[in-house]
């Protein structure tokens, strides 16, 4: 009969081992949730909604038809279905994973002509 050889694994080792595998695990886990803010990843500027522009505000005279608005303006992110003298221009940008920066400018129509606006455009600094 052949004699049998056993392999004891020192306790210490064996722990030392264990722990060594958990702080690893752990460390990969921390990363892995950490990613998505993890320095030097790269953010990027968002626009949203209407452009506006100091210049298409200046451009608005009133007496302007709803065509003539379009065409300075471009097609309103929101027009109200229950009050169609109404057109509102939205304009958000978030820099970089800052707070996002709205922006609204709302015009008015009476017998489909341009009356008045509300609102004030974004600094020409914060459209992209």
Sequence with gaps: MMPQHTVTRSPIRSKQLRL????????????????????????????????????????????MTRDQVLFVMGTPIIQDT?????????????????????YRVTLYFQNDQFVRLEGEPPPDTQLF
């Excluded at 304009?91 to 994973?97: I, M, N, Q």
């Design 20 to 63: 060594s595998i958990q702080a690893l695990s752990l460390i990969l886990i921390s990363l892995l949730l950490n990613g998505c803010i993890f320095p030097g990843v790269f953010r990027i500027d968002i626009a949203q909604g209407n452009i506006i522009t100091e210049q298409m505000v200046q451009k608005l005279q009133p007496g």
């Design 82 to 102: 229950l009050n169609p003298d109404r057109w509102d221009y939205v304009y958000s940008f978030s820099k970089a994973g800052a707070t996002p920066e709205m």
